[in-house]
């Protein structure tokens, strides 16, 4: 079974700041895929950035970046110039290939505060 | 084009009573899932369908719970004789067939009391 751990229940920096979110897996799986989403009070979640474990490239998402380290099973997120619509929270999530069975495993999420 | 949606969007039942919640995927995805997200947690998986059939109900917690999807596109999640600890937000997510990213629903908020 996988899991997800994030380690930061609440961040909260000043808007325009750069903040990084912190994410560590663990899998026996070789080919998987990592995904942060966000989650404002509305309830929706939203999908932020993917990444593919085959990938060695970080994905960039406009003003979000991660820094992926497979051997390390990290995965972080990187939003550079934060605006105050990013306060909600966010959750880091995996799933195996091949056909989504057993869906996405989350981690406990981070709440982010953007500060005016 | 349309996003997932769920209703109701808040439901308050009492302890013991029967409930249902709907979800009506993207229009064309084959997949669906149904997640449960408790206070302060991440969601949880609950159940994947593949077109009619429950490809994985392995997060199922009991079987109090069962989830329908029977002519592979609106799907509902049954509880029955429900507890005060199935209060939580039930998510519902939809994608493509091969797809591996999902969009999700603003989900239903039951309360059990």
């Known amino acids: 079974a996988q899991t997800v751990t994030q380690s930061q229940p609440e961040m909260s920096v000043q808007e325009a700041e750069t903040v990084t979110l912190s994410c560590t897996y663990d899998t026996s799986e070789n080919n998987y895929y990592l995904f942060w989403y966000k989650q404002p009070p509305s309830r929706q979640m939203i999908l932020v950035i993917r990444q593919e474990a085959y990938k060695q490239q970080n994905a960039t998402e406009n003003r979000f970046s991660v820094n992926f380290q497979k051997a390390a099973k990290s995965f972080s997120l990187k939003i550079s110039d934060s605006q105050l619509g990013d306060t909600a929270m966010y959750f880091c999530?995996?799933?195996?290939?091949?056909?989504?069975?057993?869906?996405?495993?989350f981690g406990k999420g981070t709440h982010l505060i953007i500060q005016p | 084009g349309a996003g997932v949606s769920q209703t109701p969007s808040n439901k308050v039942t009492e302890k013991g009573k029967y409930v249902e919640l709907r979800c009506d995927p993207i229009s064309g995805h084959t997949a669906l899932y149904w997640y449960r997200q408790s206070l302060g947690q991440g969601p949880e998986f609950l159940i994947y369908?593949?077109?009619?059939?429950?490809?994985?109900d392995s997060g199922l917690p009991n079987d109090r719970f069962f989830a329908v999807r029977p002519e592979g596109s609106v799907s509902t999640l049954k509880i029955q004789r429900t507890e005060r600890g199935d209060s939580a937000v039930y998510l519902c997510a939809s994608a493509r067939l091969g797809g591996y990213e999902q969009y999700f629903g603003p989900g239903t908020r039951l309360t059990v009391t």
């Open positions: 369908f593949q077109g009619t059939g429950a490809a994985d």
């Open positions: 999530a995996f799933m195996k290939p091949g056909g989504g069975a057993d869906g996405l495993t």
